[in-house]
């Protein structure tokens, strides 16, 4: 009997201006989508509806992983802030809501997870934390640069590499506050926090660069996505 493949679940988006449908639509970048193809898995998207909230328990127990997509900001009343940077982008209470229930219901069930930009803040949120609403540069705006990786992490064994020269970074805010349970192992050499892990799941990584961009590409971004689905076979 041949292998089941696992089932990769990543939350859409809201798409007004998706073109070959009827109304609007849900939809969600290819890069992801591909990157975990690639990786063996199967990626499944679940559409932002909050009204979904009381089945998403089953849906996530019915999955083998998780990949949290990039996006807009999160809006700031849902770290204890009112919003204060002009900055400010693509904030959708649809996408935070669903999300942030998809990160606490996956960590419950230890589901392998791979949060990438706003995946890794949305995850930082989820466990108490805060953000940086503007880091006050452009520094990390469409830019690629290495980043430090610790070599006791659980991100540097799977990325195979504990400096990953390359990696494309496209964010405006940064993390603050840590959540619980969460330790920072990665940072850009301005600093900049880069990756985080959950201490206590089984498997659960956080970049706040995108991996999915250059993977097709770069095999020390395809294999981020690889270690996921491995996961999964364990």
């Not at 996505?225 to 996961?231: E, I, S, T, Y």
């Given at each position: ?24 639509s ?9 990157a ?6 199967v ?6 509806i ?12 019915r ?16 770290y ?93 805010q ?7 349970g ?7 050499d ?16 956080a ?27 364990r």
């Amino acid at each position: 009997m041949a292998d089941v493949p696992a089932h990769v679940l990543i939350v859409g988006r809201l798409s007004p201006e998706s073109k070959g449908v009827r109304g609007e639509s849900f939809a969600a970048g290819q890069g992801y989508f591909r990157a975990v193809e690639r990786a063996g898995g199967v990626p499944l998207m679940l559409p932002p509806i909050p009204a979904l909230h009381d089945r998403l328990a089953e849906l996530i127990d019915r999955v083998d992983a998780i990949v949290m997509h990039g996006g807009g900001d999160v809006d700031p009343r849902r770290y204890g802030q009112e919003p204060s940077a002009e900055e400010l982008y693509g904030i959708v209470p649809e996408h935070d809501e669903v999300e942030l229930d998809v990160v606490r219901l996956a960590l419950e069930a230890d589901k392998p997870m791979l949060a990438i930009c706003r995946g890794m803040q949305v995850l930082n949120v989820a466990l108490g934390g805060d953000l940086v609403q503007h880091i006050g540069s452009d520094d990390h705006w469409f830019v690629k640069h290495p980043v430090t990786v610790g070599g006791d992490s659980r991100l540097a064994p799977a990325l195979r590499t504990e400096r990953p020269p390359a990696c494309h970074s496209v964010h405006h805010q940064s993390i603050g506050r840590l959540g619980r349970g969460l330790r920072l192992v990665a940072q850009a050499d301005d600093g900049m926090p880069e990756a985080m892990e959950v201490e206590a799941a089984s498997w659960a990584v956080a970049v706040q660069w995108h991996p999915e961009d250059t993977a097709a590409s770069d095999p020390e971004q395809q294999v981020l996505f690889d270690a996921l689905l491995g996961r999964v076979a364990r």
